[in-house]
């Protein structure tokens, strides 16, 4: 198979109730997770692009194919659904109850001979071709949803749109499907979107992220350089960042920076564009890359740098790491550490620490706007199309 | 036993059956489907003959069929006091039923199937016959079976409306009138007891539907919130 790399391109806007939709887009052959807080839109993204929701205008162009064109001065365009044949995927499977998953994933192929036998395939891909003849009750969640993933796939469409599509399932399917979906994407050379209200999701399964916050994207880029430069302290907290510090700008100083922090110098790496010296700005340090420090032995070079005085007001063993609270000042900072660290040390409440993290654990993010790092290019006009 | 009562009311509940069927169906199915103004007032007014006393259904219907009504004056058709007539009365009284169960039942297809099934490319044709149809069969043969049962049955606005012919427009509910009244019990006992057995056959076969373990949905679908998933906007 010689397919290029399908592009999919989606700038639309639609007025709701409550809600304004302006999502901009480009997404290649990659896993494009789409991250938000119920009722951001992410839904409706999918449904704009699936056909299943005309926007009141823009564009959405997979390749040559316009499926919606609503703009002035261009010719309306809007493709229905089963025009466009995009593989959805939903959060409650929706198969179809009454066929089998043979025949659910025959639905877009044809139920005869070679729609079946191609059918088959798919089911066989998934793991399921033992499965083939039971109805959907008679199957658990997460092979349902691998018989829907199958039913998307059968539509041939380059692009696979899942809808908070693992969240019913429990933790370890959800992992296993995941594996299977990174696999299929690079497999197949899809354009996967993928919709989740949850982080861990998020993380599992992306390369690049979308945060969605009330109708418009807060920020997308890769998941890395979403976590290490956050646009906003929005998009921070949505991250998960916690320990947040406002200061003052002191110094600036090549790739070095110095803030005030209510007396405290915090030293800190400097983002691009570096902040004016005087200026105000809001820095995140992550949980678990704070250190307690032990006051017996020598500085290592984790902790040589903004060192920090505080009382322990609470511990919580956390899932993965373990979670200490210390009160600097009248500020609560958040310690994650692994279960096994830090025997030697008195951790229990009441007791006084020093805590120290590096500078290049420091996040600074500018105070106002909206900083939209993305990696793409913006949509070249496209002079050629078929309907 | 009065053969022909007999075979003139199962004439009579057949025909009507069809009718019921054909106008009922995609009744319900548009009134399942869209949302204009005065919809409720449309549905109270199919609802009322089961509620209305069947001389006032009776009454109507000798309006509409009678001398003076378009049908009449315009298209020179004549049914009152022939069993077409019985027809009619029995489509008005067993339609409220047929749209009442088939309605319900095509509301209760999850929308998101149809979405789903629009996503993977098929036709609002194809989706109808192969999806929402085949999700609601329970309901709309419950529906036919109600309705055919009560046309069947129907006695009132019958009578007003083809009288009581014995031969010609005398269907098995009036035969039965007429036995009493005429203190032929031993007839009316027989005829009774048909009567009771088809109503009984028809709503046991209704109740097994209604109660088959296909058609409840798993109780795990139920308790799974829906969250943003219903929020599907058009």
């Not at chain 1, 390749?63 to 064109?69: L, V």
């Not at chain 2, 109808?128 to 606005?157: C, D, K, N, S, W």
């Not at chain 2, 539907?209 to 308790?223: G, I, K």
């Amino acid at each position: 198979m010689t397919r290029k790399q399908p592009q999919l391109y989606v700038d639309i806007r639609r007025r709701f109730p409550h809600l304004t939709l302006a999502i901009q887009l480009q997404v290649g052959a990659e896993i494009l997770v789409l991250f938000g807080p119920s009722g951001a839109g992410k839904t409706q993204t999918l449904q704009a692009i699936a056909g299943l929701m005309t926007p009141d205008e823009g564009q959405i162009i997979l390749d040559q194919t316009i499926f919606f064109q609503r703009r002035p001065g261009l010719p309306s365009i809007n493709l229905p659904p089963r025009r466009r044949r995009v593989g959805y995927v939903f959060q409650h499977y929706a198969l179809f109850p009454h066929m089998t998953a043979l025949e659910n994933v025959a639905f877009p192929t044809g139920n005869d001979a070679q729609g079946r036998r191609h059918a088959y395939e798919l089911l066989e891909r998934m793991n399921l071709a033992h499965l083939a003849h039971r109805k959907p009750h008679e199957l658990s969640g997460g092979q349902q949803q691998r018989v829907a993933i199958a039913r998307a796939l059968a539509t041939e469409s380059p692009i696979l749109l899942l809808d908070e599509a693992f969240s019913a399932l429990d933790q370890p399917v959800r992992d296993q499907l995941h594996a299977d979906l990174r696999t299929l994407q690079a497999e197949r050379g899809l354009v996967v979107i993928y919709v989740t209200h949850n982080l861990d999701d998020a993380f599992a399964v992306g390369q690049r992220i979308a945060i969605l916050r009330e109708g418009q994207i807060e920020q997308i880029g890769t998941l890395d350089a979403v976590c290490r430069f956050p646009a906003n302290t929005r998009v921070a907290r949505m991250l998960g960042l916690s320990n947040m510090i406002k200061g003052q700008v002191v110094a600036v100083e090549l790739n070095r920076l110095w803030l005030d922090w209510n007396g405290v110098r915090i030293e800190a790496t400097c983002p691009s564009p570096a902040p004016t010296v005087g200026s105000q700005v809001t820095a995140f340090v992550r949980s678990e890359e704070i250190r307690l420090v032990y006051p017996d032995r020598p500085l290592t070079r984790f902790v040589d740098h903004n060192l920090l005085s505080g009382r322990i007001v609470e511990r919580r063993p956390g899932r993965r790491l373990y979670h200490v609270w210390v009160e600097v000042g009248t500020t609560m900072i958040e310690i994650a550490h692994p279960y096994t660290a830090y025997t030697g040390l008195d951790t229990s409440i009441g007791q006084v620490v020093q805590i120290g993290f590096r500078p290049e654990s420091v996040v600074i993010i500018p105070e106002a706007g909206r900083l939209i790092t993305t990696q793409q290019p913006v949509a070249q006009p496209i002079s050629e199309y078929r309907r | 036993m009065n053969w022909s009562a007999f075979w003139l009311s199962l004439q009579v509940a057949a025909v009507a059956t069809v009718c019921i069927m054909s106008i009922g169906l995609p009744l319900a199915l548009w009134l399942a489907r869209t949302n204009f103004p005065g919809q409720t007032i449309l549905e109270t007014i199919l609802m009322l003959p089961l509620i209305l006393p069947p001389s006032v259904v009776g009454y109507y219907l000798l309006l509409a069929l009678g001398r003076g009504s378009p049908l009449v004056e315009w298209f020179h058709i004549r049914l009152l006091f022939s069993w077409p007539a019985a027809v009619v009365a029995a489509v008005v009284v067993g339609l409220p039923l047929m749209i009442q169960s088939s309605r319900a039942a095509l509301a209760n297809v999850d929308p998101r199937l149809e979405q789903a099934a629009r996503t993977l490319g098929a036709g609002e044709l194809r989706i109808l016959m192969q999806i929402t149809l085949p999700l609601a069969r329970r309901g709309i043969i419950a529906g036919i079976v109600l309705g055919a049962a009560r046309a069947l049955g129907e006695f009132g606005a019958t009578l007003m409306v083809t009288g009581n012919i014995p031969g010609r427009t005398q269907t098995l509910p009036i035969a039965i009138y007429d036995a009493v009244q005429a203190q032929r019990y031993q007839d009316a006992n027989l005829m009774v007891l048909v009567m009771t057995a088809i109503a009984f056959v028809g709503l046991w076969w209704v109740r097994r539907l209604e109660r088959s373990p296909e058609a409840v949905t798993p109780l795990s679908e139920v308790l799974q919130n829906d969250q943003e998933a219903t929020a599907i906007v058009r």
